[in-house]
Nanobody
Framework: QVQLVESGGGLVQPGESLQLSCVAS????????MAWYRQRPEFGRERVAV???????KCAQSVKGRCTISRDDAKNTVYLQMNNLRPEDTGDYYC???????WGQGTQVTVFS
């Protein structure tokens, strides 16, 4: 049974950073492309970042320069580092095994001033 568990969200002020984690069980993440999505009330669902099985990464234009996606194969975990957070980054963040219905339960990020 595949399970993805996100953590690391929280309440932060503009300019601060967060590292979100997605720990997987029942699946070996290095064999798949993985993505982080976010759901924001005003903007809907958006793919924030992706990391391929070979380790190539890409961040969305909306977070470019502030986003780093990475993977720790030993921990079977994918991370999303978000720097210089803005109020518009507020939302629920989810990890996903690309092209599957495997999603985590999400972790909430709130950026307030």
């Amino acid at each position: 049974q595949v399970q993805l568990v996100e953590s690391g969200g929280g309440l932060v002020q503009p300019g601060e950073s967060l590292q979100l984690s997605c720990v997987a069980s029942g699946i070996i993440l290095r064999n798949y492309n993985m993505a982080w999505y976010r759901q924001r009330p005003e903007f809907g669902r958006e793919r924030v970042a992706v990391i391929t099985d070979s380790g190539s990464t890409k961040c969305a234009q909306s977070v470019k320069g502030r986003c780093t996606i990475s993977r720790d194969d030993a921990k079977n975990t994918v991370y999303l580092q978000m720097n210089n957070l803005r109020p518009e980054d507020t939302g629920d963040y989810y990890c996903n095994v690309v092209s599957t219905d495997y999603w985590g339960q999400g972790t909430q990020v709130t950026v307030f001033s």
